[in-house]
């Protein structure tokens, strides 16, 4: 089981821990995809999801995730919560923990917000993203993905495009599949990548087909259009063509390579449409593999005794 009381991060989880997860996850998803998806799992646990920001995947998959398991579910948001009338996120999290909650599923703007919440609760805390930190659960989904695609992740070639400097994706993923023995590139506009991450042994480039070259995994990340009023990409257009992942470019990609990406994906920005519906493209198994994850993550929080 794991060994910590909270998925925060996928900074410094060990090799192992992530097996465990990505094992447990084979086993949710035969659940998933057999005509029954109900199973006892979580009978007696409840599960709520307090959602700062908005999400579809990650919020309708952890929802999900619980009902199927049997557990008690509820989901709050900003504007239907307490916090639109000024409480603090203190006493939300305390109000939360003497409902008895099992585990607090939480997104939130801030960075370190899930963190703060894990050190005033009981409940185990899910970090579903925290601004611009990590998305454990992302990772974790995208990793599943690739060792259900390629066998394992040892010695893979993956390049993620994109805003990397403010993807939460980008980071998480960064940890994880660096752990799990991969080799992985990070590719977007100079404005984009954040100084010092080859410090963490993580090789960076304004180069898309450098990125590209060879690679096994292609993943493209979300550009946030807002980014542009910044100053930090000139426009949506110009993105495309020196970092958008089209038919040229994925070409200079190993013939069996992947195709993926984390949606909400801006068609004929990060990639053609071309690229997201080919038979390259996973975009769609890894919404199906989130829900595996995340059903074996609140089983695996559930049961650990620590
Ligand atoms: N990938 C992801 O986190 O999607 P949502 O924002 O829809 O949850």
Same mark, same amino acid.
């Given at each position: 089981?794991?060994?910590?009381?909270?998925?925060?991060?996928?900074?410094?989880?060990?090799? *192992?821990?992530?097996?465990?997860?990505?094992?447990?996850?084979?086993?949710?998803?035969?659940?998933?995809?057999?005509?029954?998806?109900?199973?006892?799992?979580?009978?007696?646990?409840?599960?709520?999801?307090?959602?700062? $920001?908005?999400? %579809?995947? %990650?919020?309708?998959? =952890?929802?999900?995730?619980?009902?199927?398991?049997?557990?008690?579910?509820?989901?709050?948001?900003?504007?239907?919560?307490?916090?639109?009338?000024? *409480?603090?996120?203190?006493?939300?999290?305390?109000?939360?923990?003497?409902?008895?909650?099992?585990?607090?599923?939480?997104?939130? /703007?801030?960075?370190? +917000?899930?963190?703060?919440?894990?050190?005033?609760?009981?409940?185990?805390?899910?970090?579903?993203?925290?601004?611009?930190?990590?998305? @454990?659960?992302?990772?974790?989904?995208?990793?599943?993905?690739?060792? $259900?695609?390629?066998?394992?992740?040892?010695?893979?070639?993956? +390049?993620?495009?994109?805003?990397?400097?403010?993807?939460?994706?980008?980071?998480?993923?960064?940890?994880? !599949?660096?752990? !799990?023995? +991969?080799?992985?590139?990070?590719?977007?506009?100079?404005?984009?990548? /954040?100084?010092?991450?080859?410090?963490?042994?993580?090789?960076? %480039?304004?180069?898309?087909?450098? +990125?590209? %070259?060879?690679?096994?995994?292609? !993943?493209?990340?979300?550009?946030?259009?807002?980014?542009?009023?910044?100053?930090? =990409? @000139?426009?949506?257009?110009?993105?495309?063509?020196? =970092?958008?992942?089209?038919?040229?470019?994925?070409?200079?990609?190993?013939?069996?390579?992947?195709?993926?990406? /984390?949606?909400?994906?801006?068609?004929?920005? $990060?990639?053609?449409?071309?690229?997201?519906?080919?038979?390259?493209?996973?975009?769609?198994?890894?919404?199906?593999?989130?829900?595996?994850?995340?059903?074996?993550?609140?089983?695996?929080?559930?049961?650990?005794?620590?």
């Amino acid at each position: 089981m794991l060994s910590k009381k909270d998925l925060l991060g996928l900074e410094g989880v060990p090799k *192992e821990e992530i097996n465990a997860i990505l094992d447990t996850a084979i086993q949710m998803k035969k659940i998933l995809m057999s005509g029954s998806k109900k199973t006892p799992h979580l009978q007696g646990k409840s599960v709520i999801l307090v959602f700062f $920001e908005n999400s %579809t995947r %990650t919020r309708v998959s =952890f929802d999900l995730a619980s009902k199927y398991l049997s557990a008690a579910s509820s989901a709050i948001s900003a504007s239907a919560s307490s916090v639109s009338k000024g *409480e603090t996120l203190l006493d939300t999290a305390r109000t939360l923990d003497r409902m008895q909650a099992d585990v607090i599923v939480m997104r939130h /703007p801030m960075s370190g +917000a899930p963190h703060f919440m894990a050190k005033n609760v009981n409940a185990s805390v899910i970090n579903a993203g925290d601004g611009m930190h990590e998305h @454990p659960t992302q990772a974790l989904l995208d990793m599943f993905t690739i060792r $259900e695609a390629k066998g394992d992740l040892q010695g893979m070639k993956i +390049a993620i495009v994109g805003d990397i400097m403010h993807s939460r994706v980008a980071r998480s993923n960064a940890y994880g !599949m660096q752990t !799990m023995g +991969a080799e992985v590139i990070l590719a977007g506009p100079s404005t984009m990548i /954040p100084p010092g991450i080859e410090e963490m042994g993580i090789k960076t %480039t304004t180069n898309v087909d450098e +990125a590209l %070259t060879n690679a096994d995994v292609v !993943m493209g990340l979300r550009i946030q259009k807002e980014r542009q009023s910044a100053g930090l =990409f @000139p426009s949506v257009r110009e993105y495309y063509k020196y =970092f958008g992942i089209d038919q040229r470019r994925i070409e200079l990609a190993k013939e069996d390579a992947i195709i993926m990406h /984390p949606g909400p994906v801006n068609r004929g920005v $990060e990639m053609s449409s071309m690229m997201i519906d080919s038979d390259m493209s996973l975009i769609d198994e890894q919404v199906t593999n989130g829900l595996a994850i995340r059903m074996a993550l609140l089983f695996m929080l559930t049961r650990s005794e620590r």
